[in-house]
């Protein structure tokens, strides 16, 4: 047998030495040998492993732990691991075989070995991250994880090794030996927890005793493991009991065949997709290490002594360090009025799956806790949630509230969450996707103070040091919604849902409860509480209130709503029993138009009846809110829209406040004093009462009051695209052409809720709101999917042909192209450029043959940036004069960052000179007109510093590079990917002057704006990683910048498939300028 040096022998391996897995057998203190496991034997394999992997290498690992009194430590298995960890980095490099599939079978305290092993491969991701990716299963065969208390795992890991390793006299341990044993078992179960492995394990424990020394001619039979003891907490953990004493687990042969064949099976499932799914990993680790700062050198020198202007350095302008603000609450209500009632059995429920334990030295301890309430509408699901944050704002450092019905809801409270936690200032929150990225950053590791930003994450949280977090996902109806935004790290999330499979989120076993009706006790208690102050006297009122409640079916939502007509009314229980009952013929009439289960038609029974008591200004308010957010309803909107619906002049604030406390007071809507963008408060309305409200309005008065909501949106709604070329009743605003304005943010922010609502229901208007709502999406990040917005508005405008659907649908496909050149998809983007070129063209014809405005000149810009990437210059510039030509017509005299990209077309036709003069003019007119930093100076000052470097002129491009970033750094904030193009620039100007560390640092702030990003800056990435290699290179760095080239290289043959040259030569390809 060949023996590899760190005690791994070969037991088995394939025809001349060819492995595509490694088995690895690690056996227990003085149990069966590897040797003699039927998992080495070639039947075996054969029988079991997949088609895809049949040559298997199988490893057995050898060591020895002393019995010696003196030497019986845990710290003996804790050194094995490491000898087992260096031993397989040092097999699988030899045979290179650093991507094939690992699998390991572990009997007994042989599991603590490979538990430290892969621990330290956490925590060294560089050396030893290879060896945890390709782990593609793991059997543990008795190995003992925690037991009840500290104390109790070192008893039970003590009886384990006396058994097995026989040792015939009690392990007495001195207490101050005890208490570090026992803390170094636990601190591995934490380690061990905290590597949350990404693999399949099977934890299995014996169903027969095994008798135990006890003393002097005593033996006792004893279960050595049992689930609680074995249980590891992995995320995708099975646990299992094998009819077989301790000592022969490893035997599974000797078991019965319904144990063999779930053995098996585990194997085979687990290998079935191992080898495309440790690739996947190892192309994710390398990527990594080739692109996160943590694996380069980021010492930065001094400023520059060469002489020419210096604008200070930038490399540092993305914060090493953040101070995270602790504690941090987040939550919708905090209203210490509101009245709660029951249901503490599932508040204990949830405090035992969510609040970590005071014993716990920290919360990663148990990995991410999770807990779900799921239930129909009117449950109380939201309440549950609010009134469980409320109780334990103690218990967490940070609580965050999430609405989680629509991705743009999202995506804002990920922002709010980034600036509250001051992970990034306000005014720097201009990207969705960052702020999730930075968010979801922190609660991987959530440190508190002060912590360093792209750490790697083990190496920062530590005792006393980790934040404990709660996020609520609410209204959480379409769990997948939830994917992207999913934490990661040792931390509570609780789920409001209707779904039921909310339960089984991300996990592989289910945790949470699905909310039953309140029973009639409990139901007729809630009615009384809310019903206090109407005092409840009557003899028979607990009766009363038990059969109100049965009538309601339970709901706690239609109970509220019911004690609120009481009060309102001032009415006795069973005078409202009695009106409530005498109206069943009508309550079944509405309840016909509202589908759905019996529960929620009873819910509607209820909210309808409550409908018809209200005045005629109430119900105008309620079918208001059927069109807007029901989360977030802002005063100032909903008393505008009111005064346009009611047009009358008897309409005032006074009326307003009237009917709004009517409907706070029937428990149809709550009121929060929190300040918006819009007004100082704001209200919410619970789905149900929309969609019961809606069962009582006719289709045409739908109509009327959805026409109400969009023109109201629409003109409150500040336009990016420019007015319509021609003049349009329906489409004009006081306000336009503000795109890439940073201060409209906070009011698109506000607004864009109820636009999401308007498209869920449902026009010319619509479609322009949707329209600026997506490009809105887009500015702040999102370069996909946009709520379906631009698909809806381009069918909308292709069903209403005209002049006004024309000239949205112009602006959608301006949009588009705009958006695909972004994201380096070339050809869509002409595509849509074409098609808005030729309708703004067509549009300008119809009103003369000369007319010309500023859609026109966008069209003619945008068009001649698509033949200059295709390389028809001639046809470019040409485009780039007529859009000139159309600004001198229009009056436009500010400041436009196309000439920018004139500029650019001047240069690559060779036309230096006048493509100078271009850009100085821009300068002297930025200059001349106050020197207001904007996007336009910030691309004017890239196309200079470009067009120095082609003049030869190296240090002024340096300059112009520099003052670029800063500016596109104000206009865009620190992540944009607009500054990471110019940290790229700055880099090379860097490597140039020999200032090898800053470049490093200067690219690697670029990549990490780039990777919150990766599969839309392909290109971007693989080019920086290229040049960031050829420094590594240079720096003598060979091993990272090896692994540099070969993520550089991996990107660009995705990009370019049937170019299948090395990536090292082709310098070309990945410093182009």
């Not at 589908?595 to 929620?600: I, L, M, V, W």
């Not at 008591?613 to 079918?623: D, I, P, R, V």
């Not at 997506?774 to 709520?787: C, I, L, M």
């Not at 991996?1050 to 299948?1060: F, G, H």
Request: charged share 20%.
């Amino acid at each position: 047998m060949t023996t590899i040096p760190g005690s791994l022998r070969v037991l088995f391996s394939g025809p001349d030495g060819r492995a595509d897995v490694d088995i690895l057998l690690i056996p227990g203190v003085a149990t069966a040998k590897p040797d003699d496991w039927v998992f080495s034997s070639p039947e075996w394999l054969s029988r079991v492993l997949p088609e895809n992997l049949k040559h298997a290498r199988v490893l057995a690992f050898d060591y020895s732990i002393s019995s010696n009194e003196s030497d019986l430590s845990n710290q003996q298995f804790l050194v094995q691991g490491d000898v087992l960890l260096s031993a397989l980095a040092n097999s699988r490099s030899h045979l290179q075989g650093d991507a094939w599939p690992l699998f390991a079978i572990c009997h007994s305290l042989g599991g603590i070995v490979l538990k430290q092993a892969l621990c330290i491969a956490n925590e060294q991701p560089y050396r030893y991250g290879s060896i945890l990716s390709s782990v593609a299963g793991i059997i543990f065969l008795g190995t003992p994880h925690r037991g009840v208390t500290g104390p109790d795992t070192l008893a039970r890991w003590q009886t384990i090794l006396a058994s097995t390793a026989n040792i015939k006299k009690p392990i007495n341990l001195p207490e101050h030996r005890a208490a570090m044993e026992t803390a170094m078992l636990t601190q591995l179960a934490d380690r061990f927890e905290d590597v949350n492995l990404q693999a399949p394990v099977l934890s299995v424990t014996e169903s027969k005793k095994t008798k135990v020394y006890m003393g002097i001619l005593k033996y006792k039979s004893l279960l050595l493991t049992d689930i609680p003891l074995c249980t590891t907490n992995s995320p995708f953990e099975t646990i299992r009991s094998f009819p077989l004493e301790h000592a022969l687990l490893c035997r599974v042969e000797l078991a019965d065949k319904s144990t063999q064949t779930a053995l098996e099976s585990f194997v085979q499932d687990a290998l079935m997709e191992a080898e495309v799914v440790v690739s996947m990993r190892m192309a994710a680790l390398d990527f990594k290490h080739a692109t996160t700062s943590t694996y380069s050198p980021v010492h930065t020198g001094g400023s520059s002594d060469q002489g020419f202007e210096m604008i200070p350095s930038m490399q540092d302008d993305i914060p090493k360090k953040m101070v995270v603000n602790l504690p941090c609450i987040i939550l919708e209500t905090n209203d210490p009025s509101r009245i709660f009632f029951g249901q503490q059995q599932i508040l204990d429920a949830m405090q035992e799956a969510l609040v970590p334990t005071g014993n716990n030295s920290k919360a990663s301890q148990t990995g991410l806790r999770q807990f779900a309430l799921c239930g129909l509408g009117g449950m109380g699901k939201t309440e549950l949630a609010a009134e469980f944050a409320l109780r334990n704002t103690d218990k967490f450092d940070a609580i965050f509230w999430i609405r989680a019905d629509e991705p743009a809801k999202l995506d804002q409270c990920f922002v709010d969450m980034s600036v509250k936690l001051g992970l990034e200032r306000a005014e720097e929150a201009t990207n969705q996707i960052i702020s999730r990225s930075l968010v979801k950053g922190w609660l991987a590791n959530p440190v508190k103070g002060s912590a360093t930003i792209a750490e790697d994450i083990s190496s920062i949280a530590s005792d006393g040091n980790e934040a404990s977090w709660l996020l609520i996902f609410d209204n959480a109806d379409d769990p997948k919604l939830l994917g992207d935004y999913w934490p990661e790290g040792p931390g509570s999330v609780l789920i409001t849902s209707r779904d039921p499979l909310a339960k089984r989120l991300f996990s592989t076993s289910s945790s949470g409860i699905d909310l039953e009706p309140l029973s009639d006790a409990d139901g007729g208690a809630l009615l009384l509480k809310l019903t206090e102050p109407n005092g409840n006297s009557e003899e028979d009122a607990e009766e009363i209130a038990q059969n109100i409640s049965r009538s309601l079916a339970g709901l706690p939502l239609a109970i509220a709503q019911m004690a609120g007509i009481i009060c309102r009314q001032d009415l006795s229980l069973s005078e409202f029993q009695s009106i409530y009952e005498e109206d069943d013929d009508r309550m079944a009439l509405y309840g016909t138009t509202y589908k759905t289960s019996t529960k929620g038609y009873e819910h509607s029974i209820a909210t309808v009846w409550a409908f018809e008591k209200l005045s005629l200004e109430a119900k105008g308010l309620l079918k208001l809110m059927l069109f807007l957010d029901p989360d977030v309803i802002q005063e100032s909107i909903l008393f505008d829209a009111a005064a346009l619906m009611f047009a009358t002049s008897s309409f005032t604030r006074p009326k307003f406040n009237e009917a709004r406390a009517e409907l706070s007071q029937s428990s149809l809507i709550r009121r929060h004093r929190k300040k918006t963008v819009l007004s100082d408060y704001h209200i919410s309305v619970h789905r149900l009462v929309q969609d019961a409200i809606r069962s009582t309005i006719s289709d045409e008065e739908m109509v009327s009051i959805f026409e109400t909501m969009v023109d109201l949106l629409w003109h409150t709604w500040p336009p990016a695209m420019p007015a319509p070329t021609k003049p349009s009743s329906l489409l004009q605003h006081e306000v336009a052409n503000t795109r890439y304005s940073i201060a409209r943010y906070p009011l698109c922010a506000a607004l864009y809720p109820h636009v999401l609502r308007l498209k869920q229901i449902w026009p010319l208007v619509t479609s322009s709101l949707l329209t600026d709502a997506a490009w809105y999406q887009h500015e702040k990040g999102r370069f996909r999917g946009f709520d379906g917005f631009f698909e809806l508005s381009q069918s909308l405008c292709e069903s209403l042909p005209g002049d006004d659907s024309n000239s949205v649908l112009g602006s959608i496909h301006f949009c588009l192209g705009l958006i695909y050149a972004d994201t380096n998809e070339f050809q869509l983007a002409r595509k849509h450029k074409e098609a808005h070129l030729a309708m703004q063209i067509s549009v300008c014809e119809s009103i003369s043959p000369d007319f010309v405005d500023v859609r026109l000149g966008n069209a003619y810009t945008e068009m001649a940036i698509a033949l200059a990437q295709d390389g028809q210059l001639d046809e470019a510039i040409e485009f780039f004069r007529r859009e000139i030509e159309i600004r001198k017509k229009v009056g436009i005299t500010h400041l436009q960052s196309r000439d920018a990209n004139y500029s650019m077309a001047l240069m690559l036709r060779g036309e230096l000179e006048d493509a100078e003069k271009v850009l100085l003019d821009c300068v002297k007119l930025w200059e001349s007109t106050g020197s207001v930093v904007t996007l336009r100076i910030a691309r004017i000052y890239q196309a200079l510093g470009n067009l120095r470097n082609l003049q030869g002129r190296f240090d002024e491009s340096y300059s112009y590079h520099q003052k670029a970033l800063h500016f596109f750094v104000e206009a865009n904030g620190i992540r944009s990917y607009r500054a990471a193009d110019m940290r790229h620039k700055c880099a090379m100007h860097l490597i140039r002057l020999e200032r090898y560390e800053e470049a490093i640092a200067m690219m690697n702030a670029a990549l990490e704006c780039w990777t919150m990003n990766a599969d839309l800056f392909q290109p971007e990435l693989a080019r920086t990683t290229w040049v960031k290699a050829k420094v590594l290179q240079t720096l003598g760095e060979s091993m990272k910048a090896n692994l540099a080239f070969k993520v550089a290289g991996r990107i660009r043959a995705k990009l370019v498939p049937e170019d299948r040259r090395d990536a090292l030569g082709l310098e070309m390809d990945f410093t182009s300028w």
